[in-house]
């Protein structure tokens, strides 16, 4: 079984503030992990992925994201937000023979003048 | 150049109609999925083919029938429409054992009257 929660459906920043997009997974066997995101009316676009390689991995528009195996985290990180950054992301889940990902139900990032 | 493309990207009708919603990846991808995205913004699966073979059918009404013609093609076809129907629905493919990363179509927007 595999299952994904993002702690937070709303988190709103200043420009220029750190984001930090929370995600726990449960997974039975070494999981697959992802963030997304989705801009308004739009289908949604993979930022990163981690397929146990590196546990840190960085992604598109300077996003990155640390896999922690003993906290069974998966957090999301920008160091600087970007009034363009706003939009709706979503951590995933995946286990090599599960056939499909598991998605959480979605953080909605407002980033503030 | 898109990647993955669906028709329509609206599509309003009243209830008790049927409707397709076409779905096409130039990609080369082996898997591809219809998720449901509600107006909450949860996204939930429905269906994965994988090389033309049915491998995921979730709890979905039996209203709702994929086809997949070939592998670079998945069609989602809805009897006699419901208000409950109204959604977001997205089409995604992958290339399974490779990257499971999922590239999504920009989705259709049901509304059922």
């Known amino acids: 079984a595999q299952s994904v929660t993002q702690l937070g459906s709303h988190v709103s920043v200043s420009e220029g503030a750190l984001v930090l997009l929370r995600c726990n997974y449960s997974?039975?066997?070494?999981?697959?992990l992802f963030w997304y995101v989705q801009y308004p009316n739009q289908g949604l676009q993979l930022l990163l992925k981690y397929t146990s390689a590196a546990t840190l991995v960085k992604g598109i528009n300077g996003f990155e994201a640390e896999f922690k195996k003993s906290e069974t985290s998966f957090h999301l990180t920008k160091p600087s937000a970007h009034m363009s950054d706003a939009a709706e992301y979503f951590c995933a889940v995946r286990n090599t023979n599960a056939g499909k990902s598991t998605f959480g139900d979605g953080t909605t990032l407002t980033v503030k003048p | 150049d898109t990647a993955v493309s669906q028709t329509p990207k609206y599509l309003v009708t009243q209830m008790g109609n049927d409707k397709s919603i076409k779905c096409e990846q130039n990609l080369g991808h082996d898997t591809m999925y219809w998720y449901k995205q509600d107006s909450k913004k949860f996204l939930k699966i429905m269906f994965s083919y994988n090389n033309k073979e049915l491998i995921i059918n979730e709890t979905v009404p039996n209203r709702f029938s994929p086809k997949s013609p070939d592998k670079a093609h998945l069609n989602l076809h809805i009897n006699s429409l419901e208000l409950g129907d109204s959604a977001v629905y997205f089409c995604a493919s992958s290339q399974e054992s490779t990257n499971y990363g999922y590239t999504f179509g920009s989705g259709t927007r049901l509304t059922v009257v």
């Open positions: 997974s039975s066997v070494p999981p697959y």
